[in-house]
C-alpha cells in the first residue's frame, strides 16, 4: 500500500512519522495499524511535545492519579482538561469532562470524595459559559461527588478556546490501591461499562461548530450518561476488594486501545486484544473504530486467570456490560484479532512510545522591581474591583454545584481552599487555580506564583500542603513563543516544588488551544492537597470577632506587578521565593497553634479586596489605617485575625517574618485610612455576577 | 396573518441517548418490550407573519438555531390548522 | 431499634444517612432494591440521590422497584415509619404513599444552599421552632391540586415550610406526612446536618422528632 498525503492527512500524520514506522517495522503498516499509530502518536495520546520535559523535570510516576497519605487513608488526585470538546459542545465536554477524571480515580481503587473545577471564559453568560457550568452541575451532581470548589476566570484570551479543568479526589485504604501495570501472563483483560460505539472518532473534523452537510462527517459528540458512571463507580469499588485484580486503568483518549496497550508496556508484557468481543452499540464497525472509540463510562480491569466470573457477577449487579476482551502474553507484541482474522500485529513498545518532539526554546521576561505606591482614596477603584467577574463572588456558579452531598464537606466553595473530612478529625485541604495574567507576562515566575498561591489557599484554610498535580494549558507547541513558554513553566513548577519541598505527583498537557491562528495565554493550572489535622479547628474564612486586631503577614512594600488587576504593564514583580516559602511555613505554624481565628490568603486586587471579603462574608466591618498599597499583587501574603489578648504571642512566632498590624474588626463599614465605605455597597458590588434566569 | 407549527426536536440517530437506552431497559424489565425508544421535545406555537412562506423562513431558523443543537440534535417542523 | 436505608441504582446520599441514624443510636441496615423483606425494621428511610439517573422523572423508575411493594405493605402494617428525602420524597410522591408531585425549581437551576425552614408542626417537633438544613435539587418544586393541599394544611401534615421559597414549593412547603403520620416526606437534607464537623446539628433533631414518632 504506497501511502497518499490524503490518506497522511485523515490520520493526522506526518510523512517523517510514517517513514519511521516503515523502518521499525520493515514494511508498510496496514489500515488498522496505520489506526493505531494516528491516535496513539497524536498529541491528544501520545503528547509528543511534553512527555519528555515533563520526565525530567516533574518526576511523575506512571499511575493513573497521584496519591498522598493521610494515615493509612491514600488520597489520590489528578486534574486533567476538557478544552477542545467544550469548545465545540459545552455541556457535554464538560460532562464528560468530569467523568474521564473521576474514571482516574477509581483506577486507583479509591472511591471519588470531590471535585473541584478551573474554568477559564472570555466574559460571563456566554453560550459556552452557560454550557459547561450546566454540564459540570448536571454529570458532577448526579454521580453524587461534592464540586467543593474551583474557581472561574475570565481574559478575552480565551474567547475561542474555553479552558475546562477539573480534578478529582478520592480515598483508598492502603490494601486496596490499585496500580495500572500489567503482570503475569495469560491473565483476563476484562471490559465494563456501556457499549462501545462511534464516539470520538473523525476527531480531526472537531474544530469547528459547523453544521456539517453529509451525517458522516458529523463530528461524533460523546453524550455523558452520569447514572452509568455512578453504577461503574460502585461496581469498580466492590470490584477493586477482590483479590483477582491485578490492574485497572480507565479508558479515556483513544479508548480500548490506550487503555490496554499501556497497561500491559508498563508491565512489560504482551497483548493480545479480540476486539469482535467487545460489547457494541452500533452496527459493522470497523475494529480501528472498535479501538479508538472514545465511548465514555467503560474501564479495563486486569484480572487473574480463571476469576472472570468474580468480575462478571458485580457487573451483572450493577447492569454494566462484561466483556473478556484480551489476555496478556510473553513476548512484547501487540497483536489485534477480529474473531480468528489477525489485523493488526505490532511491536508494544513502538506503539506506546511515540516520537519526542519537546523543544526546550529558552526566552527572558521582563521583571521590575520598582516599589508601588498609591496616594489617594480607594472607594472606586474597590467597587471597580469587586465586581470585576473574575473577583467577585462566584455563588451564583457554585450554588448550582451539590457541595455536601456525601456529608463530608467541612468547608465549601466561596473559602480559600476547600476541607474534606477524611477520617476521625483529620481531613483534606484542596485548592486548585491558575492565572493567565500572570502566567502570560512570566510564564516561569507567573508558574511559581499560581502554585505559591494554591499553596497560601491550602495554608489559609488550615491545611499542611503534602502534593501537586497540574494541567498545562497551552497553545500551538510548534510556534517558538509557546514552546518557550511551555519550557518556563515547566520549569518554573519544578522549582517552586523543589523550593517547597512538596512533590508533583501527576497531571495533564494540553496543547493547541488555538482558533485562526490565536494562542491562548499559557495557562498552568495547579491543584494543592494539604492534610488538615483536626477538620473542627480551623481558621474561619470571615472576620469573627469585633475587636480583633488584624494583621498582613508577608512583604509590606510590594513591586510593581504588571499582572496585577489593577495595573497593565509589561513586567512581571521580582519575587523572593526563599522568603515567600518561609512566610508559608511561619503561617502554617501559627495557624496550627490556634491563635488565628480568620485567615485569608491574598491574592487578586490585592489587601483591600482581601479585606473587603473576609469583611462581606461575616457582614462584619473593620478599621484599617495602613500605608501599604491597597491593591498591589505579589505572592505568600495572608490577612490574619488574631485573638485580642494574643498580639505579643503572636508578633514573637512571626520572628523574622515581615507583618503588620493594619487594623481592628468592628463597625458595619470598612474604613480605610478614614475613607469610609459601607459594607452593603461592598457586598452589592461583589455579588454582582448574576444568576442565568 | 396567525400559523401554527408543530417543531419536534429529536437527537441525531448517530448520537447515544443514555436517558433513551434506561428507560427502554427499565420497560422492558416491566415486561413492556419496546424496541428503538427515541425521546424528543415537542413545541407548540403560533406565529404572525405576513404570509405562510415568511413564517415557515421564521420558524426554521428559530429551530436551527435556538430550539434545537444542531451538534446533537435534528428537527422536523409543521404547519398545524389551529 | 432498627432502621433500614434503602438503596436504589442511582442513590448518593445513602452513607451519610446511614452515619446520622446510628448517631441516634439505631441499628442500621443497607436493603437493595430488589429485596423484599422489612418487616423487622422500625424506621425505612429513602435516601437522597439520582436514582435512575432521573432520566424519566425523579424517582418514576425507582418507584416500580420490587422493594418498593414491600414498603407500601409495611405502611399499611402500623409496623414503623417511613422517610423519604429529597429523591426518597420523589419516589414516595411517583408511588402515591405520598401526595403531590415535583416540577422543576421556579428559578431554573440546581440549588445548593444552607436554608432557614419554620417548623408547622410542632406535636412532632415539639422543641424545634426553626431549623438550618441544606437543600440540594433541581426538582423541588412541590405541588398538589387545592383539595390536598387544604388537608395538609387543616390536618397538621406539614412537618416544615421554607422562610424564603428557593423552588416555588406550593405554599413554601418543604415536609409533609401521610394521614396516618407513618409516611413522612422532606427535600432538605437532615443527614448534612448530623455530625459535628457539619454547619450545624439540625438534622439530628428532625431524626430524633421522626424516632419518637415510631411507636
Redesign the interface.
Given at each position: 500500500m504506497r501511502i497518499s498525503s490524503e490518506q497522511l492527512e485523515k490520520v493526522s500524520m506526518s510523512i517523517d512519522e510514517y517513514n519511521t514506522i516503515v523502518n521499525i517495522l520493515g514494511r508498510e503498516p496496514n489500515e488498522t495499524e496505520l489506526y493505531i499509530f494516528s491516535a496513539m502518536w497524536s498529541e491528544h495520546c501520545g503528547y509528543k511535545h511534553s512527555k519528555r520535559l515533563i520526565k525530567e523535570y516533574f518526576n511523575v510516576s506512571d499511575e493513573n492519579a497521584g496519591i498522598v497519605w493521610i494515615e493509612d487513608v491514600g488520597i489520590a488526585f489528578k486534574v486533567e482538561s476538557h478544552n477542545h470538546p467544550c469548545a465545540?459542545?459545552p455541556f457535554?465536554g464538560a460532562a464528560t469532562g468530569i467523568g474521564g477524571i473521576i474514571r482516574d480515580i477509581i483506577a486507583m481503587g479509591a472511591r471519588p470524595v470531590a471535585l473541584l473545577d478551573s474554568l477559564h471564559f472570555s466574559k460571563p453568560h456566554t453560550y459556552i459559559y452557560e454550557g459547561v457550568i450546566?454540564g459540570i452541575?448536571?454529570y458532577g451532581?448526579?454521580?453524587?461527588v461534592p464540586t467543593v470548589g474551583g474557581e472561574v476566570r475570565f481574559d478575552s484570551a480565551y474567547s475561542e478556546n474555553p479552558l475546562v479543568n477539573v480534578m478529582a479526589v478520592g480515598t483508598v485504604k492502603k490494601e486496596n490501591l490499585k496500580t495500572s501495570k500489567a503482570q503475569g501472563v495469560g491473565n483476563s483483560v476484562i471490559l465494563i461499562g456501556?457499549k462501545t460505539?462511534?464516539?470520538g472518532l473523525h476527531g480531526a473534523s472537531f474544530a469547528s461548530?459547523k453544521?456539517d452537510q453529509s451525517?458522516n462527517d458529523?463530528?461524533?459528540?460523546q453524550?455523558?450518561?452520569?447514572?452509568?458512571e455512578?453504577?461503574l463507580i460502585e461496581a469498580s469499588m466492590e470490584i477493586c476488594e477482590l483479590d483477582c485484580i491485578i490492574a485497572v486503568q480507565d479508558m479515556g483518549a483513544a479508548g480500548i486501545l490506550s487503555s490496554t496497550t499501556e497497561m500491559t508496556h508498563d508491565g512489560g508484557l504482551g497483548l493480545d486484544l479480540f476486539v469482535d468481543r467487545v460489547p457494541l452499540?452500533?452496527k459493522d464497525m470497523k475494529p480501528w473504530e472498535i479501538l479508538l472509540s472514545e465511548?465514555q463510562e467503560r474501564m479495563a480491569f486486569l484480572v487473574k486467570k480463571g476469576y472472570e466470573h468474580e468480575v462478571e457477577k458485580i457487573a451483572e449487579k450493577?447492569?454494566l456490560d462484561f466483556a473478556k476482551i484480551g489476555k496478556t502474553t510473553l513476548n512484547t507484541e501487540f497483536r489485534v484479532f477480529d474473531g480468528e482474522k489477525l489485523v493488526a500485529s505490532l511491536p508494544l513498545s513502538f506503539v506506546t512510545e511515540p516520537p519526542d518532539l519537546s523543544r526546550r526554546i529558552e526566552r527572558e521576561y521582563p521583571i521590575t522591581d520598582e516599589i508601588s505606591e498609591w496616594n489617594g482614596t480607594i472607594e472606586n477603584e474597590l467597587i471597580h474591583l469587586l465586581s470585576n467577574p473574575t473577583i467577585a463572588s462566584k455563588k451564583s456558579v457554585?450554588?448550582?454545584?451539590?457541595?455536601?452531598?456525601?456529608?463530608?464537606t467541612?468547608k465549601s466553595p466561596g473559602s480559600d481552599a476547600a476541607v474534606v473530612?477524611i477520617k476521625d478529625s483529620k481531613?483534606i485541604a484542596l485548592s486548585l487555580g491558575g492565572n493567565g495574567r500572570y502566567t502570560r507576562l512570566n510564564p516561569l515566575e507567573g508558574t511559581k506564583a499560581v502554585l505559591f498561591e494554591a499553596c497560601s489557599n491550602v495554608i489559609a484554610s488550615g491545611g499542611k500542603p503534602l502534593g501537586i498535580t497540574n494541567c498545562m494549558n497551552f497553545g500551538n507547541p510548534e510556534i517558538d513563543e509557546v514552546a518557550a513558554q511551555f519550557y518556563a513553566a515547566v520549569k518554573g513548577l519544578a522549582e517552586g516544588s523543589k523550593l517547597l519541598d512538596i512533590p508533583i505527583t501527576g497531571g495533564n498537557v494540553s496543547f493547541y488551544n488555538e482558533s485562526n491562528g490565536k494562542q491562548i495565554s499559557p495557562t498552568p493550572v495547579v491543584g494543592v492537597i494539604g492534610g488538615v489535622e483536626d477538620?473542627?479547628r480551623i481558621p474561619s474564612s470571615y472576620f469573627v470577632n469585633v475587636g480583633d486586631p488584624i494583621y498582613l503577614v508577608g512583604r509590606r512594600e510590594v513591586p510593581k506587578n504588571g499582572a496585577s488587576m489593577y495595573r497593565n504593564s509589561d513586567s512581571f514583580c521580582k519575587v523572593n521565593w526563599n522568603v515567600c516559602a518561609e512566610t508559608l511555613h511561619a503561617i502554617q505554624q501559627i495557624i496550627s497553634k490556634e491563635l488565628v481565628i480568620s485567615a485569608h490568603d491574598v491574592s487578586s486586587g490585592g489587601i483591600a479586596v482581601a479585606c473587603a471579603e473576609m469583611a462581606i462574608g461575616s457582614m462584619i466591618g473593620a478599621s484599617i489605617s495602613t500605608n501599604i498599597h491597597p491593591f498591589e499583587e505579589y505572592p505568600t501574603r495572608f490577612i490574619l485575625e488574631i485573638q485580642k489578648g494574643h498580639e505579643k504571642e503572636f508578633e514573637t512566632e512571626m520572628k523574622g517574618i515581615e507583618f503588620s498590624k493594619i487594623g481592628t474588626i468592628g463597625g458595619n463599614s470598612l474604613i480605610w485610612n478614614g475613607e469610609k465605605i459601607a459594607l452593603s455597597t461592598l457586598k452589592d458590588s461583589y455579588e454582582s455576577l448574576e444568576?442565568?434566569? | 396573518m396567525r400559523y401554527s407549527f408543530v417543531v419536534h426536536v429529536k437527537m441525531n440517530p448517530g448520537v447515544f441517548d443514555p436517558r433513551a437506552s434506561t428507560i427502554e431497559r427499565n420497560l422492558k424489565k416491566m415486561s413492556y418490550p419496546v424496541e428503538d425508544l427515541k425521546i424528543g421535545k415537542t413545541f407548540e406555537f403560533s406565529l404572525n407573519a405576513e404570509s405562510e412562506e415568511k413564517a415557515s423562513f421564521i420558524v426554521k431558523e428559530m429551530a436551527e438555531k435556538v430550539l434545537s443543537n444542531p451538534v446533537l440534535e435534528d428537527f422536523t417542523l409543521e404547519r398545524v390548522e389551529k | 431499634m432498627k432502621a433500614a436505608v434503602v438503596v436504589f441504582e442511582g442513590t448518593n446520599c445513602d452513607r451519610e444517612t446511614f452515619q446520622a441514624l446510628k448517631a441516634i443510636n439505631f441499628d442500621v441496615d443497607y436493603i437493595w432494591h430488589n429485596w423484599t423483606s422489612l418487616e423487622n425494621y422500625d424506621m425505612i428511610v429513602l435516601p437522597g440521590g439520582f436514582s435512575y439517573g432521573d432520566y424519566l422523572r425523579p424517582g418514576a423508575i425507582a418507584r416500580f422497584s420490587p422493594v418498593m411493594k414491600s414498603v407500601e405493605s409495611y405502611t399499611m402494617k402500623d409496623r414503623g415509619i417511613v422517610v423519604g428525602i429529597c429523591n426518597g420524597f420523589q419516589i414516595l410522591t411517583e408511588s402515591g404513599l405520598l401526595p403531590g408531585a415535583f416540577l422543576k425549581n421556579k428559578y431554573g437551576n440546581f440549588i445548593c444552599k444552607m436554608v432557614d425552614l419554620e417548623v408547622e408542626n410542632r406535636d412532632i417537633f415539639t422543641d424545634v421552632g426553626k431549623l438550618r438544613l441544606y437543600i440540594a435539587h433541581s426538582d423541588g418544586n412541590y405541588t398538589t391540586d387545592e383539595k390536598t393541599l387544604d388537608l395538609l394544611e387543616r390536618e397538621g401534615r406539614v412537618l416544615f415550610k421554607y422562610t424564603q421559597n428557593p423552588n416555588g414549593s406550593i405554599h413554601s412547603i418543604a415536609g409533609i406526612s401521610n394521614e396516618k403520620f407513618n409516611v413522612f416526606g422532606m427535600m432538605p437534607h437532615p443527614e448534612r446536618s448530623s455530625l459535628p464537623y457539619h454547619e450545624n446539628m439540625d438534622g439530628l433533631k428532625v431524626f430524633e422528632a421522626l424516632k419518637r414518632c415510631v411507636k
Open positions: 465545540v459542545e457535554q450546566s452541575s448536571a451532581n448526579s454521580i453524587g456501556s460505539g462511534r464516539n461548530r453544521i451525517l458529523r463530528p461524533s459528540v453524550v455523558g450518561d452520569p447514572f452509568a455512578k453504577r452499540r452500533e465511548s450493577w447492569e457554585y450554588e448550582r454545584y451539590d457541595y455536601t452531598v456525601g456529608g463530608q467541612v473530612h481531613g477538620v473542627q444568576e442565568f434566569e | - | -
